[in-house]
């Protein structure tokens, strides 16, 4: 499995430099958010693709990882070719562009922190499907991680399908969301995510104790990220100063977790 591992992390590198090759020459590394998901989708399937003989449940875990990745990359390469250049990577970049160190700024700010992450991240999926040769078969466990990332596709799907509608009306402009699941959570995409992986994680975790603690970190750093550090918070300070009604939409909706919206 080590050895394995370890191909798995060549083949994250090279992929990293291969995008920060392509950001240096375009100017902007906004893109690596829509191959993020694919770059995990691709490390399970290169996990599948070194057994001799994978398992129904490394078929379960890969695939699992495999159609998140593909709907997750397509969705935000969409969103990049619609709105070009994120404002997160022109606050990061912005003084290095300024000076002419963009391109060195992208490698040691943004690709070379993202192949660590990437890797790490997607430690259940890579781990689950390593150490699911045959038999295998797909016991409780992994079918409870399988109902709960299916639970969180939906809500990643349908939320962003939702938020999509809602902003391509002009006629929405300035004005908040809150119907469809968005009356339920402020976030059902951040909460759909955070499903999916603990939902992956569950599924390896039916390898093994040793697989469990191991891969506990993916499903860890995606609650932090979405819940702590550069999703939920970063956006809703936005939000905050661009929708006049977003304080009265935090005070009724739910931060995260799905619930009933309070009254009044």
């Known amino acids: 499995m080590t050895e394995a591992l370890l191909i798995n992390a060549g083949v994250a590198i090279a992929l990293m430099l ?46 699992m990882t495999l159609l998140w990745g593909a709907r997750l990359g397509w969705h935000l390469l969409a969103r990049w070719r619609a ?40 430690l259940p999926a890579q781990l689950g499907v390593l150490a699911s040769e045959e038999p295998a078969p797909i016991g409780p466990l992994a079918l409870t991680g399988a109902a709960l990332w299916l639970l969180g596709m939906v809500f990643e799907t349908v939320g962003d399908a939702q938020l999509a509608r809602f902003r391509a009306d002009p006629a929405n402009k300035g004005k908040v969301l809150d119907t469809g699941l968005w009356r339920y959570t402020r976030h059902p995409n951040y909460f759909g995510d955070t499903c999916v992986w603990w939902g992956i994680w569950l599924a390896s975790a039916e390898c093994g104790w040793g697989v469990a603690l191991a891969g506990l970190a993916g499903p860890l750093f995606v609650t ?35 619930w009933p919206p309070k009254a009044g």
């Open 83 to 122: 709105s070009g250049e994120d404002p997160r990577y022109e606050r990061i970049l912005g003084k290095a562009r300024a000076s002419g160190r963009y391109a060195s700024a992208a490698l040691t700010r943004v690709f070379a922190p993202q192949a660590v992450l990437l890797f790490v991240t997607c």
């Open 18 to 63: 291969a995008l920060w090759g392509v950001a240096a020459r375009v100017g902007d590394v906004s893109f690596i958010d829509a191959v993020w998901g694919g770059s995990m989708a691709l490390l399970a399937v290169v996990s599948w693709l070194q057994l001799d003989k994978p398992g129904a449940r490394a078929t379960l875990i890969a695939g």
């Open 224 to 258: 932090f990220t979405l819940t702590r550090w550069s999703g939920k918070p970063l956006l809703e300070k936005g939000l905050a100063r661009t929708r006049p009604g977003y304080a009265d939409y935090v005070r009724r909706t739910s931060g995260f977790v799905p």
